[in-house]
Nanobody, 126 residues
Framework: QLQLVESGGGLVQPGGSLRLSCAAS????????IGWFRQAPGKEREGVSC????????NYADSVKGRFTISRDNAKNTVYLQMNSLKPEDTAVYYC???????????????????WGQGTQVTVSS
């Protein structure tokens, strides 16, 4: 069974950091572009970041540029999202998704991906 599992979410104070992980089972992520998305209550799901299959290319939403860093370790079949300087508006359920193409491309922020995880909650609050 093909699965993506996110972990690392939690409650953090404004200005704090979290690192999310996205682990695959049943398939290898090596040939997939991986995206991170988030959905806050009452809002649409939005693209946060994307990384190409090789890790050589990354994309970020303007709202997280300079604060979030996406990376991958294909040997561990895992993709990460390092989130620093967190703000209350970053509060959302975060999802990872896999697309069976090597590059993120110009449509990386759209929900075109083949496989999705179940999400992990991130809450930024004092």
């Amino acid at each position: 069974q093909l699965q993506l599992v996110e972990s690392g979410g939690g409650l953090v104070q404004p200005g704090g950091s979290l690192r999310l992980s996205c682990a695959a089972s049943g398939f290898t992520l090596e040939h997939y572009a991986i995206g991170w998305f988030r959905q806050a209550p009452g809002k649409e799901r939005e693209g946060v970041s994307c990384i190409s299959s090789s890790g050589g290319s990354t994309n970020y939403a303007d709202s997280v540029k300079g604060r979030f860093t996406i990376s991958r370790d294909n040997a561990k079949n895992t993709v990460y999202l390092q989130m620093n300087s967190l703000k209350p508006e970053d509060t959302a359920v975060y999802y990872c998704a896999a697309d069976q193409v090597p590059l993120c491309g110009s449509s990386w922020y759209t929900p075109r991906y083949d496989y999705w995880g179940q999400g992990t909650q991130v809450t930024v609050s004092s």
